[in-house]
């Protein structure tokens, strides 16, 4: 943990870094971090207790994972994450060139820091308390690790058009794995759970390389169009047009998964090539929004609770995992208040937790402090 020098500007609650980042990135990389850690593990257990009404049921349905085929608002989460993570990478590589830094220099960097995301990744989700056969090597933040790698590689190495070129590829090659490779005893183009090709490697070649090799480059599309998105950022087009680009970017990716998914369904477990480009239309409307309130309206201010939230992104995850917050909102707003509070327990319990992680955030934010890796 570092203290970051930035210069800043004033806004309702504390300062805002200034133009030296992305602010619209953090806003929405913040919103990506909200939805994908609290909706489903924390508010919907919270929701089921309450009256059957229109209201609480669509929460409830869009903060649940769709089971299989389909997109639920919380789907959105963790590629939005993917996309923006890629995207900051943009910006930083321009960053580290102007400072003088080489392409060896960037590479190592790439390294070192794919490096200590597995790490985390590794402590966080058991280290060494579990016998090897059990430990995960496909979960969130190991891929998270994977895509870092993949997409320093890519921004070293290739061009914008390149890029291009490879996102067509990783669509077109995931798709063809999907529906034309045969599954014995079943055919091909089965995308149920236990007919697709994925379900039968994983489960006839049990061993970590294989679970990597399955679970990891279908999402190196998602870490495609982040660079793209980023590429279109630093150019040197007014904010009004990034602005209108970007609702352009979600006009096309919402409209192309919706219309391949007529034939390849929307699908987070499979990561599809039409979940790909739906997805990636989602997080470019939000990204939109932020960005037209931030850079065209300047109405930065309405979006420091999530600026809070994204500027550190690695440590809001942490947190959120390593501290009993659980325990610390019912010794603030437990059993004692459940007459009060009726059905609507729960619920409070929930928020209470929500406002102790964002305050510890707030204090990160507010002394300048960020965790670089």
Wanted: proline content about 5%.
């Amino acid at each position: 943990m570092i203290r970051e020098n930035s210069s800043h500007v004033s806004g309702v609650g504390g300062s805002i870094p200034s133009q030296q980042r992305v602010l619209s990135i953090d806003a929405v990389r913040g919103f990506a971090l909200v939805v994908g850690l609290g909706a489903g593990d924390l508010i919907v257990p919270a929701l089921k207790p309450l009256p059957s009404t229109p209201v609480v049921n669509v929460l409830i349905e869009q903060m649940t994972h769709a089971p299989w085929h389909g997109f639920h608002f919380i789907d959105l989460g963790y590629p939005a994450f993917v996309i923006l993570l890629c995207s900051s990478m943009v910006f930083s590589f321009r960053k580290r060139r102007s400072l003088g830094q080489t392409t060896t220099q960037i590479l190592w960097h790439v390294i070192t820091r794919s490096a200590l995301i597995y790490a985390f990744a590794f402590i966080l989700y058991g280290g060494f308390s579990t016998s090897y056969d059990k430990i995960i090597v496909g979960h969130v933040f190991h891929q998270l690790a994977y895509c870092n790698l993949f997409a320093g590689l890519a921004l070293l190495a290739t061009t914008v058009t390149v890029r291009v070129v490879l996102l067509m590829v990783f669509l077109g090659g995931w798709w063809a794995i999907l529906v034309l490779i045969p599954v014995p005893g079943v055919g091909t183009g089965d995308l149920s759970p236990a007919g697709n090709v994925l379900h039968y490697v994983l489960s006839h070649c049990p061993n970590k390389f294989v679970e990597f090799l399955v679970r990891t480059p279908r999402m190196f599309g998602t870490c495609l169009v982040g660079l793209l998105i980023g590429d279109w950022l630093a150019n040197n087009r007014s904010q009004g047009h990034k602005t209108m680009g970007l609702f352009v970017f979600a006009l096309v990716g919402l409209n192309l998964g919706a219309f391949w998914d007529g034939w390849l369904p929307i699908n987070k477990l499979l990561w599809t090539p039409s979940f790909t480009l739906f997805s990636a239309g989602g997080t470019c409307a939000f990204l939109a929004v932020a960005h037209w309130l931030i850079e065209v309206l300047d109405r930065r201010r309405w979006l420091v609770p999530l600026f809070v939230v994204g500027r550190t992104p690695l440590a809001a995850w942490g947190l959120f995992h390593f501290l009993p917050l659980d325990d610390f909102s019912r010794r603030l707003a437990g059993d004692a208040f459940a007459p009060f509070f009726g059905i609507y327990h729960e619920l409070i319990l929930v928020l209470v937790q929500i406002v102790l992680w964002w305050l510890i955030l707030y204090w990160i934010y507010r002394r300048n402090l960020i965790l670089k890796i």
